[in-house]
Structure formats: C-alpha cells, structure tokens
Nanobody, 120 residues
Framework: VQLQASGGGLVQPGGSLRLACVAS????????MGWFRQAPGKEREVVAT????????EYSDSVKGRFTIHKDNRKNTMYLQMNTLKPEDTAVYYC??????????????WGQGTQVTVSS
C-alpha cells in the first residue's frame, strides 16, 4: 500500500486547511487509517483515527471539535478537515494505514508527510 498525503501549507491562525491521503496498491476498504503529526523537537503524536468502514472516529483532545477525519472508500482517499487552526497545530502531518484491526496505533503503511504551518 502506498500513501500520498497532500494539502498542507501556510495558513493564518483561525484559518482552515483540508489534508488528503490517497491510497493505492491495496484494498482500501479493509484499512484502518489515521493522521499523525510531528512538530520540531517533539515526538510524533496521533491526531485522529478511523476504522476501515469510516466509522468509530477518534480524536486527540488537542484537536477535538476543530478537526474532522473522513474516509471515503469510493475514492480511496482519507481526509482531515482542520478548522480554527492554532500556531500549536504547526507540524508535519502524516497519514497512516493498516489492515483491520490496527491496535495501539501500530500502522503498517505511512505517507511521506505534508507540512502545515499556522502563522500570522
């Protein structure tokens, strides 16, 4: 499975971005997926996860209510809609996938990362 993340960029505080992760080479509908991020000098952290069916969405406390994860099994694409962005959201964002069931965020496949910078 190959994952290609896109959609990052520079945005002002309070703005929005939508990230996309396109998967190829596997059965997309069987994959649990997630978004992670890593800021400079910090460890990688989970942002949001979704099950193979597109259900059971979970979010980190830091993004709950602002970010929305969506898995479109018809388009082989996962999205992360990010609203009300804050400077502390600045990081490289990675998408990840693994065959159901993924436990303890141990995903098998990772995208290359897309930079999100929130700054005025």
């Amino acid at each position: 499975v190959q994952l290609q993340a896109s959609g990052g960029g520079l945005v002002q505080p309070g703005g929005s971005l939508r990230l996309a992760c396109v998967a190829s080479g596997g059965t997309f509908g069987h994959l649990d997926m997630g978004w992670f991020r890593q800021a400079p000098g910090k460890e990688r952290e989970v942002v949001a996860t979704v099950l193979w069916s597109g259900s059971n969405k979970e979010y980190s406390d830091s993004v709950k209510g602002r970010f929305t994860i969506h898995k479109d099994n018809r388009k082989n694409t996962m999205y992360l809609q990010m609203n009300t962005l804050k400077p502390e959201d600045t990081a490289v964002y990675y998408c990840a996938a693994g065959p159901w069931p993924v436990r303890s965020a141990a995903y098998d496949y990772w995208g290359q990362g897309t930079q999100v910078t929130v700054s005025s």
